[in-house]
């Protein structure tokens, strides 16, 4: 799987957006964009993924860049249970048998 | 829709013991991945079945090893403990097809003394 880079971690105040970036500059043309959180204490979380248009769930957004080397998720306002550590990962369509990488994410404090 | 189970939550062992996790998919989820999270290596993916069979696994020694049976279910095995096996071990299921997303159970957090 290509790349990706996050910062190590970010800090927000409740009820404000949140904006974190991934930059993937080595991303194939066929690769998708998945985004996953880890809160204490539990097992990593699906947030969203995408291809190539921006993409809207109850959870978060994510705005992906025109040449796709870099994707923003966005959280529109961050509450004290979205602080977590959150992996931006790369999936490549025509692979079988699912093995994330899931780099060392950015830490997300939210502070009330 | 019931989650990922995982059971036990919590496992100590002893040097050279052997250990049997065990994992629960989604309901009507055919494909299970294991991954070790560590705090030194983060998440390392251990290997993945799909509909009884291993498809792809990840960098780890023999010692690791897998099942999954009819029903979905999968096990995964440790044999020989190492101290180094001190992890949280967690599971997720999916539908197996390529951009399914992963849903992770809480893991197992397995001690080795």
Known sequence: ?112 | KAGVTQTPRYLIKTRGQQVTLSCSPISGHRSVSWYQQTPGQGLQFLFEYFSETQRNKGNFPGRFSGRQFSNSRSEMNVSTLELGDSALYLCASSLGQVISPLHFGNGTRLTVT
């Open chain 1, 1 to 112: 799987d290509a790349k990706t880079t996050q910062p190590n971690s970010m800090e927000s105040n409740e009820e404000e957006p949140v904006h974190l970036p991934c930059n993937h500059s080595t991303i194939s043309g066929t690769d998708y964009i998945h985004w996953y959180r880890q809160l204490p204490s539990q097992g990593p979380e699906y947030v969203i993924h995408g291809l190539t248009s921006n993409v809207n769930n109850r959870m978060a957004s994510l705005a992906i860049a025109e040449d796709r080397k870099s994707s923003t998720l966005i959280l529109h306002r961050a509450t004290l249970r979205d602080a977590a550590v959150y992996y931006c990962i790369l999936r490549e369509p025509d692979f079988p048998g699912y093995a994330l990488n899931f780099g060392k994410g950015t830490s997300l404090l939210v502070t009330p």
